[in-house]
């Protein structure tokens, strides 16, 4: 009896067990509907009320910065041209004096330059985190409030029917 009872056993723990693996893989094969979207992050950084704010703010912050540049190019350049036109008539002393002049104020400019376009980018991806931050907030609330399972960015195609880039650049523009 024992190993009848025990045989028994063992068939309906299979068989519970088959059930279980019948049941898991149908569910799995079930057809659910997932929401997607996608935006276009350029968009939100170009388009955007706080993106042109931005811009802006960064034109007015380097625009000395960048007009002290452009006199400085403009100092090298008269430089150069005089330096290489009186090359030729000049003493070795003088041409020598010159010519270090010359390319002192390059490397001043070259280095002014570097400086330059690194401040401005650090600036520029600093104004676009503040922006992706609450465009950020802005998704995952319409993603809560309209059910999406997951919002893409960067996509090489997407429909325009799943594209939300209009009502996060509305929501962030209020």
């Known amino acids: 009896m024992k190993t009848a009872s025990a045989t028994l056993g063992k068939l309906f723990a299979v068989m519970a067990l088959g059930w279980l693996v ?8 079930a057809p659910q509907s997932s929401r997607i979207a996608w935006l276009s992050p350029e968009r939100i950084y170009n388009e955007s009320k706080l993106a042109k704010l931005a811009g802006d703010k960064l034109k007015e912050e380097f625009s000395p910065r960048e007009k002290a540049m452009n006199e400085l190019g403009a100092r090298l350049k008269t430089a150069t041209e005089k330096y290489t036109k009186e090359e030729a008539t000049l003493g070795e002393v003088d041409r020598a004096r010159r010519q270090r002049e010359v390319v002192e104020l390059d490397k ?8 330059f376009r690194e401040d401005l980018s ?9 922006i992706a931050e609450k465009a950020t907030r802005i998704i995952k609330q ?3 409030t309209e059910g999406f399972d997951i919002v893409l960015q960067d996509a090489v195609w997407a429909n325009p029917r799943i594209d939300i880039t209009d009502k996060v650049l509305s929501a962030l523009d209020k």
């Open 22 to 29: 019948l049941g898991t893989a149908h569910a799995q094969s």
């Open 108 to 115: 001043d400019f070259q280095r002014r330059q570097r400086e």
């Open 122 to 130: 650090q600036r520029t991806n600093e104004e676009r985190a503040a």
């Open 142 to 144: 319409l993603a809560l």
